[in-house]
């Protein structure tokens, strides 16, 4: 924990609270982590980082996680922004279908993929047929398992961000002239700055660490769609303690990128200039 | 933070919290009957809940023979888990409540074995084979597993970590056949649904699989390059219904010509 010398805006937090949050950390985070590592084969750490299927996998889960995390960000921005600001009959089942993958189990969102857009699905037919497209079992079917189970995290948090802002911004902004895209780069995304960035960390992370859409709807090829979950299943289903191993990979990798993202944007309230591309 | 003044008592007081937590937990983790572990089967009252773990092979089989051992014994309840054999170890040997064990292959039974976590010797209960499954009507016009290899056709197989896919890995060499799968899955139920949702055109799966399934067909692998694989049951050492788990291998046993009749497996 690092000793933050600025006070924390709000005053004093509640010792009820303090002992609540404590006992949360050690149960939900750090005793888990703790048998990861108290497991994790040492030893072997050298044979796991540097064998191909490892290799692969890490390559893998880092390309489609950051690709579901940009085709999030490219389509959810503009759907919360609808969903936040524009008033329409019907608004509050839009926000239901987009929070439906969070809610669906995951083998059920693989097989609903299928249906939409493997061999036989409503628009997978018609791409085969006009296209020769065959989604199923490539690496776009494990980037879109990914986006359709990451992206309601990136929504539901720029949405909300979009509803807490002060709007007399971008009211004045308008008043001296602004167009409204001016108004939508200089003043409302550099105000849900740190929420983008946060939905970003959030969808990423999700993404990265997907299984079960993906296992279903994109199956399981080493070096084609075998990401590290994936990776990290099959070790164990060998009975071999190389999974921890992988285990501890992905959570180096994931605690990393977010504790970046972290320290420069949760932590200032400073307004950073919006830098979503 | 005000609150690191007495950063002593806050941490003590979380302590004591988890201290609690830990001790309430462990009280209740026992089970409730006192059935001993030694009790003869002269009493044929049989009564509680059996938590049985089998292989995704069996799953029609064991799921319409829990109902009849649940008939044929009122007041007994059968829990079955079916997945892949291999984590089906996992958690076996990871110390999950589980009271019988039944594998598709011998190698997962042997782990367990070499675990100690078994109550008696494994009896083997059934024989199985695998077959191509493919759509119904065939319209790949699949008859040998050389054709799996012709462009076009879309094949999946298990995963070589898994019992079916190490028979499968097993056939293509006999048949001296080289395939390169679309998906590799991690049970045979995964393996024959990429095939009955008609994303596959073709798995090597079970000859019970296929006979189980009403949306695909099967094509026969010949004898001289099928596998044979023997099923093997077995107690398990940490069970606390040890008269209920022996009862259902008995079952299980004794029902041998009704698993190869009604469900495709092959008698011993």
Known sequence: MSRRRRRAAGGRTPA????????????????????????????????????????????????????????????GLPLAWVLARTEFRGRSIVRALAVLPLVLPPVVGGVALFYAFGRRGLVGEWLQHAFGWELPFTIWAAILAETFVAMPFFVITVEGALRSIDTRFEDAAATLGASRFTVMRRVTLPAIGPSIAAGLALTWARALGEFGATITFAGNFQGKTQTLPLAIYLAFENSDQSGIVLSLVLVAVSVLVLAVVGSRVFMTRTRVSATTT | MNIRRKPIVVIAIAFAV???????SKSNGGSSSPTSNGSPSSTPALSGTLTVLAASSLTNSFTDLGSQFEAAHPGTKVNLSFGASSDLVTQITQGAPADVFAS?????????????????????????????????????????????????VVVVLCDSTVPCGKFADQILTNAKVTLTPKSRELNVKATLSKVELGEADAAIVYVTDVKGSEKVAGVPIPDAVNVLTTLPIVTLKDSSHAALADAWVKFVVANESELASKYGFLPL
């Open chain 1, 16 to 75: 009820v609270a303090v002992v609540v949050a404590l006992v949360g950390l050690v149960v939900f985070f750090v005793l888990p982590l703790l048998g990861l590592l108290w497991r994790a084969p040492w030893s072997d750490v050298g044979n796991v980082l540097g064998n191909e299927v490892s290799r692969e996998a890490l390559r893998l889960s880092l390309v489609c996680s950051l690709s579901a995390t940009a085709l999030s960000a490219v389509f």
């Open chain 2, 104 to 152: 598709a292959d011998q190698s997962n039974m042997e782990k367990v074995v070499g675990a100690h976590d078994n109550a008696s010797a494994p009896t083997d209960f059934a024989k199985n084979r695998l077959e191509i499954a493919v759509e119904p009507g065939n319209p790949k016009h699949i008859t040998t597993l050389q054709d799996l290899t012709k462009p076009g």
């Open chain 2, 18 to 24: 988890l201290a609690a937590g830990c001790g309430s």
